[in-house]
């Protein structure tokens, strides 16, 4: 029996200063602060001395090559570039969910990418009215295009759609009462509730109708002498279907009209891109609403219009007016960065099919059947000649449904083809869990009966070869495993 003497192992390892003092040391790490290579090398250390603590522990040899100089060395590197990589990280999205919000709602446009980079790598105009060479206003940029494209009077933007509810409610009906639909009441995902929002915004709440049928009657008999505000919201995230009514918002504006009180309207996502024309749901475009007579109205900037995280505000010059006064104004502003995304994203909205080819919500909502099969097939025969992909994932080509999501269209089915993967002595859920975590970009699939199934539909142009690339990582780890 060799006896191992532990306690002398673990006096064998050097400690960090003489580490330090070593010119390969100093050179592997030329680049980075010294404080930061100390720590990474203690931290290696430190991980060292665990495992040698596990039980088993390592074996005489393992530990002798664990201890190597240049192995302690490659271990500390390993833990600095862990410690400099970026938290917030780029993933895969094969959830067939266009929209969506846990992974960051919209991707940018290429245009959008690139005004984002010219705008604030420099200083700009951001407040300056270059014609006049005085102060300006940074709503000035992108207030134009918005009204061109949905014949608008008037344009404001705030930080998201949330806020832009927020304030339009406190700067037009603070202390007075705000009438809406109890078949409108939602609630979007997290603190976002339409009565929760009204008591901060100090707004009284008057519920009109029932929660499937409000009548034009209904609205008529609530408007009173403390009425300040109909509020009209987009029931973005469900339908209530079978016994059902609302006014027509013709009849709507009439009445506001009549009573010479506004109608505001959260229309929640908002699209620019006739999706109906396309032969997708049943959204009609901000247009219509303005057309139609609402005096103001709200939507996101990166739901379906695809931009980045804003809070669009339309309507009638003299209430923009107002909300671009008031005090919350300067708390509730976005960032150049936030302007130059949108200003981009919404050229391409000059003209649809240019929105089709360069918005990537739009492009992802808008393709076909046909396209998802095509790629999926590409995927499946990429796989399939790969020796060690194809030694451990079993692959099929099934049909399924896409959503848009963030709560838009929730009805609207998109129809797809997937990748469904399967991996011997895994369980869905163990594969879709590695898949997870895998590098170098983690994949976000779905799970569908006992099968992990990626829908290409939400993956960007460009982005076939990372995902093989991350397959092929998980797909090593596992035959090194079973090598073991
Ligand atoms: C999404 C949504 C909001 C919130 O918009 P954000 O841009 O996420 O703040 C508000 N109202 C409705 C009806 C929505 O659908």
Request: proline share 5%; charged share 20%; with cysteine.
């Amino acid at each position: 029996m060799i006896f191992i003497d532990k306690n002398a192992s673990l006096r064998s390892l050097p400690a960090v200063g003489r580490l330090l003092e070593n010119p390969q040391t100093l050179a592997t790490f030329a680049d980075f602060p010294l404080a930061l290579v100390s720590q990474s090398l203690a931290e290696a250390l430190t991980q060292l001395r665990n495992l040698w603590a596990q039980d088993p522990g390592p074996s005489e040899l393992e530990w002798a090559q664990m201890t190597q100089f240049a192995s302690i060395l490659a271990r500390a590197k390993r833990v600095l570039e862990a410690h400099l990589s970026s938290h917030l990280r780029p993933v895969l999205n094969l959830t067939g969910t266009v929209i969506h919000t846990n992974l960051g709602r919209a991707p940018l446009s290429f245009r959008a990418l690139q005004a984002v980079h010219n705008v604030a790598s420099q200083y700009s105009n951001l407040e300056y009215d270059l014609d006049v060479g005085t102060r300006g206003s940074r709503h000035d940029h992108v207030a134009k295009r918005l009204c061109a494209l949905t014949g608008a009077q008037s344009a404001l933007v705030v930080n998201n759609n949330a806020a832009a509810v927020l304030l339009a409610l406190r700067a037009l009906a603070q202390g007075g009462e705000a009438v809406v639909s109890r078949g409108q009441l939602v609630e979007i995902g997290g603190s976002f509730r339409i009565p929760d929002i009204m008591a901060q915004a100090g707004v009284i709440l008057k519920e009109v109708g029932t929660s499937n049928k409000t009548h034009l009657r209904d609205y008529q008999q609530a408007l009173g002498e403390n009425t300040r505000l109909i509020l009209k919201v987009h029931t973005s995230n469900y339908r209530i279907v079978g016994f059902v009514h609302q006014p027509a918002l013709t009849d709507l504006v009439e009445l506001a009209r009549q009573r010479q009180i506004p109608l505001f309207e959260d229309l929640g996502s908002g699209a620019l891109f006739d999706f109906p024309a396309a032969g997708v749901g049943d959204e009609p475009t901000v247009a219509r609403s303005i057309k139609a007579g609402v005096d103001l109205l709200s939507f996101s900037g990166d739901k379906l219009l695809g931009g980045a995280q804003a809070g669009i505000i339309l309507g009638r010059q003299d209430l923009v007016t107002k909300l671009r006064g008031h005090p919350w104004m300067r708390a509730l502003r976005v960032d150049k960065m936030t302007l130059a995304a949108l200003e981009a994203t919404l050229t391409a909205y000059e003209d649809p099919e240019l929105a089709r080819r360069e918005v990537p919500v739009v492009r992802m909502i808008t393709a076909s059947y046909q396209e998802m099969a095509e790629k999926v097939a590409g995927l499946a025969k990429a796989i399939a000649t790969d020796e060690v992909l194809s030694s451990v994932l079993k692959i099929d080509q099934v049909d399924a449904v896409s959503r848009i999501g963030g709560g838009a269209l929730p009805l609207t089915d998109l129809p797809t083809r997937c990748l469904q993967m399967r991996a011997r002595d895994l369980t869905a859920k163990e594969l879709f869990d590695q898949l997870r975590t895998v590098p170098p970009v983690p994949i976000i699939a779905r799970i569908v009966h006992d099968a992990v199934v990626a829908d290409p539909r939400t993956l960007l142009p460009g982005q076939e070869g990372m995902l093989l690339d991350s397959l092929r990582h998980w797909a090593q780890s596992k035959t090194t495993a079973l090598q073991e």
